[in-house]
């Protein structure tokens, strides 16, 4: 169970932070910036986006409570936010968007005398912990509750993505000459189909629950 219980989380992490696709963005935002410039803003981005994905993990279903939303309610909800970004995904929409920011963020850069920062923003939110990153860490954690070892596994597996992310950004040119554009769009489609599937029993799950509250309450 354990083992199972990690490849989900895997699979859903890598689904969601799509290094292959960051890393391709990383490499042009960071295009006026020399060596050592690019080797920190690497690891400013993913120690922010480690930071907040921490905080929300650990954190999160109490916020939810304080608002008043129910864990199977966030479920159903985080699971159909998945599923959009998985559509966003599969149909090129996500890499858009993302590209129009990686266009705007150099159009400033070329502006101003130096290199702006863009390890906080746009890096590590929302390309890496975006709203579908932070969903997917409160489900997960939701899903093991109780679970000391569960929980472990999540927050080991997502630093291990992370950590992921990080090698990748700092090979970053040399996997973007050999998977090329196409490569990149290949993996980020195959990974928004597995998303999309993860979603979806997201959602069953939190309707399950819900009903099975329902039941309890008869």
């Given at each position: 169970m354990a083992m199972e219980h990690a490849l989900a989380a895997f699979a859903t992490l890598f689904a969601v932070l799509d290094p292959v696709g960051t890393t391709s963005l990383?490499?042009?935002l960071t295009a006026a910036h020399d060596g050592a410039g690019r080797l920190r803003v690497a690891a400013l981005g993913t120690g922010v986006a480690f930071a907040v994905l921490l905080l929300f993990a650990l954190a999160g279903e109490a916020v939810l409570a304080f608002v008043g939303i129910s864990l199977p309610a966030f479920r159903i909800a985080g699971g159909i936010?998945?599923?959009?970004?998985?559509?966003d995904m599969l149909f090129e929409r996500r890499t858009a968007r993302r590209e129009r920011k990686v266009e705007e963020e150099r159009e400033s850069q070329a502006a101003a005398e130096a290199p702006d920062d863009p390890s906080v923003f746009p890096l590590a939110i929302p390309l890496i912990a975006g709203p579908g990153a932070i969903a997917a860490m409160i489900l997960l954690m939701g899903?093991?509750?109780?679970?000391?070892?569960?929980?472990?596994?999540?927050?080991?597996?997502?630093a291990g993505v992370l950590l992921l992310q990080f090698g990748m950004f700092l090979l970053g040119g040399p996997i973007g000459r050999v998977l090329g554009r196409t490569g990149m769009l290949v993996v980020t489609r195959l990974m928004g189909m597995l998303l999309a599937a993860l979603a979806?029993?997201?959602?069953?799950?939190?309707?399950?629950?819900?009903?099975r509250g329902m039941g309890a309450g008869a």
């Open positions: 990383f490499i042009a936010l998945l599923f959009l970004t998985a559509l899903a093991a509750a109780g679970d000391m070892e569960r929980q472990g596994i999540v927050l080991g597996t997502m979806v029993q997201f959602v069953i799950d939190g309707i399950a629950a819900v009903i």
